[in-house]
């Protein structure tokens, strides 16, 4: 029943942001949709968001038009990378330290899964960094996964015998990174051209399904530095455009969508 629900959590979450790319669906559409994006229809997802009063519907049946409620709108996930590269930087490194035994190994994952979630850098066993300030977000950690007391965080405000460059390097895996952004980048076209000839909304939303998968792919471990702290060859921002580009392409396709 757990799996069940996070299932349907992940499914509403993912729908809301269709509606974030096209706030008005006809009934048709949509169940086109989900059929091509999941690869069944789904039913229980749309009376989930309407009675959570996420999307509110008109008229019935076939002819039934849903749009995003202005409650919907608050709660459509928006990424925006350019926020965090803009962000200055105040030149000191936010060091977090660890030490849990070999008997705890269980928390040790814990902790490690949740700094790496929130996309601190690795730069040696249980020493992690970030460029910011992190004590709010380490009082969240140990809140959640009750982390004792052998836990200790402070800032570093001079290097000796490193340089932040090479801090950057090591702490993050730009090698993976930097694959993953330029094989989203190669595929861009390809998902365009798909999407303009895609025949119906089933066919579009197979497309978008490729198009989150290899964006997520390419994200999911960016921890979008200040852009004085970019490695080289970083694509970050030609991500994000490309990204931006293929949403404006998907609206506009499901707005050309017949509504009946």
Not at 107 to 112: D, F, G, I, N, P
Not at 192 to 208: C, F, I, M, N, P
Request: hydrophobic letters at 45%; charged letters at 25%.
């Amino acid at each position: 029943m757990r799996y069940r629900a996070a299932m349907k959590h992940s499914s509403a979450a993912e729908l809301l942001e269709v509606f974030g790319w096209a706030e008005v669906l006809a009934q048709a559409t949509l169940g086109h949709w989900l059929k091509g994006y999941h690869g069944r229809g789904d039913a229980q997802v749309i009376r989930h968001l309407r009675r959570q009063k996420l999307i509110a519907a008109k008229g019935r049946g076939a002819q039934a038009v849903f749009t995003l409620t202005e409650q919907g709108r608050k709660r459509v996930r928006v990424m925006n990378p350019e926020a965090h590269w803009r962000r200055e930087w105040d030149g000191a490194w936010r060091v977090v330290t660890f030490d849990l035994p070999e008997t705890r190994r269980g928390e040790r994952k814990l902790l490690w899964q949740a700094l790496r979630a929130h996309r601190l850098g690795l730069l040696q066993r249980s020493v992690w960094i970030w460029p910011h300030d992190v004590t709010e977000l380490l009082r969240e950690i140990i809140a959640v996964e009750g982390v004792p007391e052998c836990f200790c965080g402070f800032k570093a405000t001079e290097l000796f015998l490193c340089t932040s460059a090479e801090i950057v390097n090591s702490a993050w895996a730009w090698g993976e990174i930097l694959r993953r952004q330029q094989k989203y980048l190669r595929a861009g076209a390809a998902l365009e051209r798909a999407a303009l000839a895609a025949k119906g909304a089933a066919r579009l939303g197979q497309v978008a399904r490729m198009e989150k998968e290899l964006h997520a792919q390419a994200t999911v471990w960016d921890p979008c530095l200040p852009q004085c702290l970019w490695p080289q060859g970083y694509q970050g921002r030609e991500v994000h455009r490309k990204h931006q580009r293929w949403l404006l392409l998907l609206r506009t396709c499901l707005s050309d969508m017949p509504r009946g």
